[in-house]
């Protein structure tokens, strides 16, 4: 094996063992036997990066590797020599596989193993609900088809006054073994599904599952505060188990609806608010809606310019799983007027040459006098 067992890994040289971990991990699963059947590059990919990581995970190892490379371990070098395959032995390099996958498939290699239940499907139901509803919460009914278990024979799925037998091809076991390359790998046994157990004599009702088709009416409990996108779990709701085996999850999907008035950010909400041009200027008061059904007074300065925002406090969205409120900001957006009279356009224009321009606008009298200066250092 001449490759570069860091590249092999698709890590730095001065990766951390986690980094190391991590990537073994994530080619294991692509390149796992199991998943490429018949696959010889694949399977010869899987011996290699197993091999690498067995010498890279041991400090030591790896050490040696910096200093000699590959020959250490390799044709009887002195690192294989030292335990190079702790577990399985060979070149296979089996015992750094097994050290992360055991974990995550069990009973690999014929170590142990038990009947696998046939859990029911997790069941998904997509609920739409308005912003007042997410900010005060709700109780909802809900009608939710899928399965249930069978009532005729009690979900075991033989026939009443029979019962399941021990399925031959197991022994009860719920497990066959396979080999698959140079390790045996072990598997829910296809005939019966993991159970251990068959039906000699299936429930007419079911017909041997132990479930039958039925609609459930649920309520759910929506609490204060959820967002778009929050995840409500009902467990056992879902499909039930094959014979008896434990039902699934139902998982709520929440969707909150745009509203007309009020823009969401967390548990802050955000309304903008058009402000006439009198108001502005002179000052004055307004009203603006909160997402609890009331009302709240703002009381606007002087000379407020559009874009101007307002904050309330604890006038915005719940909280989740909390008394705290989050806060209601108001932007105020100076409204032009149309659609002038000749009396109102007049009194304008007597307005206009009664002022003082750099007094009554100066954020304007600001800019234009930075244009001036722009356009003399040009001619400059």
Same mark, same amino acid.
């Given at each position: 094996?001449?490759?570069?067992?860091?590249?092999?890994?698709?890590?730095?040289?001065?990766?951390?063992?986690?980094?190391?971990?991590?990537?073994?991990?994530?080619?294991?699963? /692509?390149?796992?036997?199991? &998943?490429? +059947?018949?696959?010889?590059?694949?399977?010869?990919?899987?011996?290699?990066?197993?091999?690498?990581?067995?010498?890279?995970?041991?400090?030591?190892?790896?050490?040696?590797?910096?200093?000699?490379?590959?020959?250490?371990?390799?044709?009887?070098?002195? @690192?294989?020599?030292?335990?190079?395959? &702790?577990?399985?032995?060979?070149?296979?390099?089996?015992?750094?596989?097994?050290?992360?996958?055991?974990?995550?498939?069990?009973?690999?290699?014929?170590?142990?193993?038990?009947?696998?239940?046939?859990?029911?499907?997790?069941?998904?139901?997509?609920?739409?609900?308005?912003?007042? /509803?997410?900010?005060? @919460?709700?109780?909802?009914?809900?009608?939710?088809?899928?399965?249930?278990?069978?009532?005729?024979?009690?979900?075991?799925?033989?026939?009443?006054?029979?019962?399941?037998?021990?399925?031959?091809?197991?022994?009860?076991? @719920?497990?066959?073994?396979?080999?698959?390359?140079?390790?045996?790998?072990?598997?829910?046994?296809?005939?019966?599904?993991?159970?251990?157990?068959?039906?000699?004599?299936?429930?007419?009702?079911?017909?041997?599952?132990?479930?039958?088709?039925?609609?459930?009416?649920?309520?759910?409990?929506?609490?204060?505060?959820?967002?778009?996108?929050?995840?409500?779990?009902?467990?056992?709701?879902?499909?039930?188990?094959?014979?008896?085996?434990? +039902?699934?999850?139902?998982?709520?999907?929440?969707?909150?609806?745009?509203?007309?008035?009020?823009?969401? /950010?967390?548990?802050?909400?955000?309304?903008?608010?058009?402000?006439?041009?009198?108001?502005?200027?002179?000052?004055?008061?307004?009203?603006?809606?909160?997402?609890?059904?009331?009302?709240?007074?703002? !009381?606007?300065?002087?000379? !407020?310019?559009?874009?101007?925002?307002?904050?309330?406090?604890?006038?915005?969205?719940?909280?989740?799983?909390?008394?705290? $409120?989050?806060?209601?900001?108001?932007?105020?957006?100076?409204?032009?007027?149309?659609?002038?009279?000749?009396?109102?356009?007049?009194?304008?224009?007597?307005?206009?040459?009664?002022?003082? +321009?750099?007094?009554?606008?100066?954020?304007?009298?600001?800019?234009?006098? $930075?244009?001036?200066?722009?356009?003399?250092?040009?001619?400059?």
């Amino acid at each position: 094996m001449s490759k570069d067992y860091y590249q092999l890994l698709g890590v730095a040289r001065g990766a951390s063992a986690e980094e190391l971990k991590k990537a073994y991990r994530k080619l294991a699963l /692509e390149l796992h036997p199991d &998943r490429n +059947p018949g696959n010889a590059e694949a399977e010869h990919r899987f011996k290699e990066i197993n091999h690498a990581y067995d010498i890279l995970k041991d400090p030591e190892k790896r050490a040696m590797y910096d200093r000699f490379g590959a020959q250490a371990f390799e044709n009887g070098g002195a @690192g294989a020599g030292a335990g190079g395959f &702790r577990r399985g032995g060979g070149g296979g390099g089996f015992g750094a596989f097994a050290d992360i996958f055991d974990q995550m498939f069990g009973d690999m290699a014929g170590r142990g193993g038990g009947r696998t239940e046939a859990h029911g499907s997790d069941l998904r139901y997509n609920m739409t609900i308005s912003l007042e /509803e997410a900010f005060s @919460g709700k109780q909802a009914t809900i009608r939710v088809p899928g399965t249930a278990a069978c009532e005729t024979c009690s979900g075991s799925g033989a026939e009443p006054g029979s019962s399941p037998v021990t399925c031959p091809t197991c022994n009860g076991r @719920g497990r066959v073994r396979s080999s698959q390359g140079f390790f045996t790998v072990e598997r829910g046994c296809p005939t019966c599904g993991g159970q251990g157990r068959t039906i000699d004599k299936p429930c007419r009702a079911c017909r041997g599952e132990g479930r039958v088709h039925k609609e459930k009416t649920l309520q759910v409990n929506i609490p204060a505060g959820v967002e778009d996108g929050t995840r409500i779990r009902l467990a056992s709701e879902g499909e039930a188990g094959l014979r008896g085996a434990p +039902p699934g999850d139902l998982y709520i999907f929440l969707s909150v609806q745009p509203h007309r008035l009020f823009q969401r /950010e967390g548990a802050d909400l955000y309304c903008q608010v058009p402000l006439s041009m009198v108001t502005a200027v002179l000052g004055g008061a307004i009203e603006v809606p909160a997402i609890d059904g009331g009302r709240v007074k703002i !009381t606007v300065p002087e000379g !407020t310019q559009s874009g101007h925002r307002f904050r309330l406090r604890g006038k915005g969205m719940s909280v989740l799983r909390a008394r705290d $409120r989050g806060d209601l900001y108001v932007e105020v957006a100076v409204e032009t007027p149309v659609k002038l009279s000749k009396k109102q356009k007049d009194l304008l224009k007597q307005f206009e040459a009664a002022g003082d +321009p750099e007094g009554n606008s100066p954020e304007s009298a600001s800019f234009f006098a $930075r244009v001036k200066d722009f356009f003399d250092g040009l001619k400059g």
